[in-house]
Structures are given as structure tokens and as C-alpha cells.
């Protein structure tokens, strides 16, 4: 009997330990900072490439920087799917040969310059942005909350336009007018986040350091005022 008795106290004073030391170590753990890899994927053009910029100074870098020093706690990698020239149709074509897997924390998607430039019928934008914006959403965990659409940039407003005659130059402003006001209002209607940046491109005749060294482009500095705009409205998303 006297043998029970020590067993049972012994079983009660180590279940006690452990109880306790159990107790002591779960709010450490917890307290700890939870540190993510956050996936950023820019869809696009040239204008999400950088055509005639650095590498750090297209605007999906700077914003991805933007993003780092805001949660600096947790690393973010950027993948970029965007070549200078491309249409609606291309950037669908290639999505569709790189099959990127759908587990974006976030994305952008800049898209319909070259559809103008290559004087395409209104239509195939009309078609195929929604097209991509559902693609983005895919992308981005299904979430249309991690999605970010930006506005086309005016490049009449740069020393290439200027270099067209007033009739042409004025032309491509209204028909870019047309393109953004289409994927504004889609992006309304769908409740996703759309971030004009047309009017700060407009501003490449009176301020020369605007545009980039080809004349056509935007410079570091217009895509800098570019996340300005971009980042207030990408710190939710994560902060969330």
C-alpha cells in the first residue's frame, strides 16, 4: 500500500512539473514574430518592365521596397511577367505558357498601351482586360482584394509625342482617355482597387526629368510618384 501511495505522488508531482513548465513556455512561442515570404507578382508591359530605367527603378521594385521597409519583418520576392510591346493578348498568351502557380499574397496589373499604340479595335480590350484581371485574381489566391490595377501612362506628354503632329498627340489622349475609363469603371463595378497615375505622366512635357532618357518612357522618378500612390493602397492588404 505504502508503495501505491509513493507511486501515485510521484505521477502527481511530475504531471505538476509539467503542467507548469508547459504554462512557462507557450506565451514565448507565441510572442515570437511570425515571419513570412510574401509573393508579389507584376503583370504587364513595358511600363512594368522599365523599359530604359534600372533594374531598382521600375516601379514593381520600388513598390516591393516600399512594401519591405513598411513590414520589415518579412522578406517579399517579385516575379515579373511584362514585356516591352506587349498587347492584352500577348501578356494572356504568356501567362498561359509560364503556368505561374496561384499563390500570390499580391498583384499589379498594368496592361493596354500597346493595344493603342498597334491601333487594335477597342473591342479586343474591351474582351480581354477582364480576361486578365480575372487571371490576376486566380493568381492572387482568388482574393480580388490583393489586386491592384493601374492606369495606362499618356505618352503623348513626352518628347515623342511632342515630335507628332497636335492631331495625332491629342488623339492618343482621348484614346487612351477611352481604355482607362473602361478598366476604371470594370474595376468599380468589381469592386477592385484601381490607382490612376495617367495624370502624373502628363506632366513629362513640363517636367523633363519625368521621362526617361528614350523620351518615350517613364523615369525613376515618375514611377517613384507611381508608389506614392501605389503603396497606401498595398499596406492594407497585408497589414490585414
Known amino acids: 500500500m505504502k508503495t501505491l501511495i509513493n507511486v501515485v505522488a510521484v505521477f502527481f508531482i ?7 513548465s508547459s504554462e512557462n513556455t507557450t506565451p514565448e512561442i507565441l510572442s515570437l514574430p511570425v515571419k513570412r515570404q510574401l509573393n508579389y507578382l507584376a503583370l504587364g508591359d513595358s511600363y512594368t518592365i522599365g523599359q530604359s530605367v534600372c533594374e531598382s527603378c521600375r516601379f514593381p521594385e520600388q513598390l516591393k521596397s516600399g512594401l519591405q521597409k513598411s513590414f520589415s519583418n518579412n522578406t517579399f520576392s517579385l516575379e515579373i511577367i511584362a514585356t ?3 498587347t492584352t493578348t500577348n501578356l494572356i498568351s504568356d501567362i498561359a505558357t509560364q503556368n505561374p502557380q496561384a499563390n500570390y499574397d499580391f498583384v ?6 500597346n493595344n493603342q499604340y498597334q491601333h487594335q479595335p477597342f473591342s479586343v ?20 482584394s490583393k489586386l491592384i490595377v493601374v492606369s495606362i501612362p ?16 491629342a488623339a492618343i489622349s482621348l ?9 476604371k469603371n470594370y474595376c468599380v463595378q468589381k469592386n477592385i482597387e484601381f490607382v490612376n497615375i495617367t495624370d ?3 506632366q513629362g512635357l513640363a517636367n523633363p526629368d519625368l521621362v526617361a532618357s528614350d523620351g518615350l518612357h517613364p523615369s525613376e522618378l515618375a514611377y517613384a510618384k507611381f508608389v506614392e500612390r501605389i503603396l497606401p493602397k498595398a499596406i492594407p492588404i497585408f497589414a490585414n
Do not use: M
Open 175 to 183: 484614346e487612351l482617355e477611352q481604355y482607362n475609363t473602361f478598366a
Open 200 to 202: 502624373i505622366t502628363q
Open 14 to 20: 511530475s504531471f505538476t512539473f509539467l503542467s507548469c
Open 84 to 86: 516591352t510591346g506587349w
Open 108 to 113: 499589379t496589373l498594368l496592361i493596354g498601351v
Open 154 to 169: 499618356d505618352y503623348a506628354f513626352t518628347p515623342y509625342g511632342k515630335r507628332l503632329n497636335a492631331t495625332t498627340s
Open 125 to 144: 480590350y474591351e474582351q480581354e482586360f477582364p480576361q486578365l484581371v480575372s487571371t490576376a485574381i486566380k493568381l492572387a489566391k482568388g482574393d480580388k
